[in-house]
């Protein structure tokens, strides 16, 4: 099966956005890609350094345009798209930075961002409430696929988490235009791809917004940490790779690290607690 990442610049114009994001999700899935995936609130300008509360006015209901597309996209093609919006919720005043899951057509999963900035130049606090639930794993009948958002690639915990209920693919949306993170960002998401032996599809937009710039770097990565596909540089495009969803089976065969957890030992960082632990003799 493929996998693809959609890497696009956002304008100003959300309908001219969407619009070059569907031609994206047209081109993967001509190209025989199964599952892709859009970028962090693609159909939008992110989020600048200084709190702004004009910014809502780029709010929309779940199911609103941005979507509407991908819905629309995953009827017509018989795949899964993955979206990511500013959502306004049905309580006034109240939004999230949300992911959902469409498989043909049918929205199968809604995860709200659970680990927000308020650093670097990315105040997400002051628009976003966190979610609440962990995320979830989305059987689409080929190959189970969860999500995370962005800033939580920074907390190992959640793929892992992705992996433990059954996910061989992790989806991350990302708005990524941090400078020092750029130095790291493949490491993170190849690291995420070794330590679950699973496949990340990473989508993130480039160019210029306000006084940040985004650099891109859509790809898909493989269980062994290789780069499997890159999106082109500066420009809309695709990260596209064929991939063998038995290849997951086969790496935790060789390198059982979900079998060799020791979550008993685990359970004081789990539960938030410090402190140490008095061994026996």
């Known amino acids: 099966m493929k ?7 956002a304008s100003d114009d959300r309908t001219e956005t969407i619009a070059r994001a569907e031609a994206l999700v047209d081109e993967a899935a001509g190209s025989g890609a199964r599952i892709v995936l859009l970028p962090e609130m ?33 009827r017509r093609h018989g795949i899964t798209v ?9 309580v006034p005043g109240v939004y999230h930075n ?11 999963s809604v995860y709200r961002k659970s680990h927000l900035p308020f650093s670097n130049g990315f105040p997400e606090k002051f628009y976003f409430r966190p979610g609440e639930v962990e995320p979830e794993v989305v059987q689409t009948g080929e190959i189970g696929v969860g999500t995370i958002i962005c ?10 988490t992705v992996a433990i209920r059954g996910g061989s693919v992790l989806c991350v949306p990302v708005a990524s235009a941090s400078a020092p993170m750029k130095e790291v960002f493949q490491l993170e998401l190849r690291a995420h791809a070794v330590f ?3 496949f990340v599809i990473c989508a993130n937009r480039y160019g210029l917004e306000g006084s940040k710039d985004y650099f891109g770097l859509s ?14 540089d500066g420009l809309d495009g695709l990260a596209i790779a064929e991939v063998d969803p038995d290849e997951i089976t086969r790496v935790r065969r060789r390198r059982p690290f979900l079998r060799d957890r020791r979550p008993e030992l685990y359970w004081r960082l789990a539960s938030g607690q410090n402190g140490s632990v008095t061994l026996p003799g």
């Open 3 to 9: 996998l693809a990442a959609v890497q696009l610049c």
């Open 42 to 74: 693609f159909a939008v300008p992110f989020v600048q350094p200084d709190p702004d509360p004009e910014y809502f006015v780029h709010a929309e209901a779940l199911d609103g345009p941005s979507n509407t597309m991908a819905a629309e996209a995953s």
């Open 82 to 90: 993955v979206s990511s919006v500013f959502e306004a919720a049905d």
């Open 98 to 108: 949300t992911a959902c899951t469409y498989v043909a057509g049918d929205l199968r």
């Open 151 to 160: 800033y939580e690639r920074h907390f190992p915990e959640l793929s892992r």
């Open 196 to 198: 679950n032996a699973m």
């Open 219 to 232: 790809a898909i990565y493989g269980p062994n940490g290789e780069v499997l596909g890159t999106a082109p």
